[in-house]
């Protein structure tokens, strides 16, 4: 996985906070806090900020952006190695993989 991810916004939905706070709550039930949501744009949890734009003044994330940070703070979040050792490189492992589906960044089956 690469260390950061780039956002396009010619190409990418863009996301405020609001909507950022409401992708999150469909597929979780539950709602960020809104201030929660400035602080992983800003600090990041684990070292890893919330990739975003700022456009017009606001500040924006993407649908792929936030399923490549749940990843990322994912896997960061994992001890050394983890349970059964690293997975190869490239590799999405089976909770990955359902967390990228819940997000709407891969189709199931893929």
């Known amino acids: 996985m690469s260390s950061s991810y780039q ?3 010619t190409t990418e939905q863009l996301l405020a906070y609001p909507a950022i706070i409401e992708w999150f709550k469909k597929r979780t039930g539950r709602a960020p806090h809104r201030c929660g949501v400035r602080r992983w744009i800003r600090t990041g949890v684990r070292g890893i900020p919330l990739p975003s734009v700022l456009v017009g003044g606001i500040r924006y994330s993407t649908p792929g952006a936030i ?3 749940i990843n990322a703070t994912s896997q960061a979040s994992a001890p050394e190695g983890g349970a059964n050792g690293p997975a190869p490189a490239g590799v999405i492992t089976p909770h990955q993989r359902r967390i990228l ?4 960044v891969m ?3 893929q």
């Open 67 to 69: 399923g490549w940070w």
């Open 107 to 109: 189709e199931a089956g």
């Open 7 to 9: 956002i396009d916004p």
């Open 101 to 104: 589906e819940r997000a709407g």
